[in-house]
């Protein structure tokens, strides 16, 4: 069975240092990986996928994330962070080979300082 | 282009009363599928299908029915609310692997209120 764990709960930044958001996964077969975000009161926006291509995935608004098949991680990362990017993040694992529903984390808040 | 939709966008039901959210897709997605979004959560599988005539349980079915009949629609039905039921809600659809990802498009989601 797949599962995921978003490692921290609340995350607060202040404007321009580097975020770290952390996940990890487990998973029987290869997945499919992605980070969803949730700005307040809005549905998710697709943040990120990995799809084993290439291990550092780019997405949009500067964030990236690494896939570590050795670590079971997949942790999402920005150099600076903006007031606009204080939301909610998801991650999600997916085993598309065998057709099963996409497993969330229990989300990460992030918050940035001015 | 309209996505997801999901109606209502708010409502508020007495306990024991019973009610249908909507949502349509269309993208021509095989793959749509409800959660429910509770703080602390994250959000949590109720039911899903991958194709018209399909439906099978997530993993907190209880208390919710789900049918499909075209490829567009995908209704939820709350048979008896339940206080336990005040949620935020949403739809999601997506592609099956066969023809892409599974990278899901949310609707802007269904906040229920059981008094």
């Known amino acids: 069975a797949q599962s995921v764990t978003q490692l921290d709960s609340h995350v607060s930044v202040s404007e321009g240092t580097p975020v770290l958001l952390r996940c990890n996964y487990s998973s029987s077969y290869s997945p499919s990986l992605f980070w969803y975000v949730q700005h307040p009161n809005k549905g998710l926006q697709l943040l990120l996928k990995y799809t084993s291509a290439a291990t550092l995935v780019k997405g949009i608004n500067g964030f990236e994330a690494e896939f570590k098949k050795s670590e079971t991680s997949f942790h999402l990362t920005k150099p600076s962070a903006h007031m606009s990017d204080a939301a909610e993040y998801f991650c999600v694992v997916s085993d598309f080979v065998n057709n099963t529903p996409l497993v969330f984390g229990k989300g990460t808040r992030l918050s940035v300082i001015a | 282009n309209a996505g997801v939709t999901q109606t209502p966008k708010f409502q508020v039901l007495k306990t024991g009363q019973s009610m249908t959210l909507q949502c349509a897709q269309d993208?021509?997605?095989?793959?749509m599928s409800w959660y429910r979004q509770d703080p602390g959560m994250g959000l949590r599988l109720i039911h899903y299908?991958?194709?018209?005539?399909?439906?099978d349980q997530g993993e907190v079915p209880n208390g919710y029915n789900v049918s499909r009949s075209t490829t567009e629609d995908f209704p939820l039905r709350l048979l008896s609310a339940a206080p336990s039921q005040t949620s935020v809600y949403f739809c999601?659809?997506?592609?099956?692997?066969?023809?892409?990802?599974?990278?899901?498009?949310f609707g802007e989601g269904s906040r229920l209120t059981v008094l």
């Open positions: 299908s991958v194709g018209a005539g399909i439906t």
């Open positions: 999601a659809s997506s592609y099956t692997p066969s023809r892409g990802t599974g990278e899901l498009f």
């Open positions: 993208m021509n997605h095989e793959y």
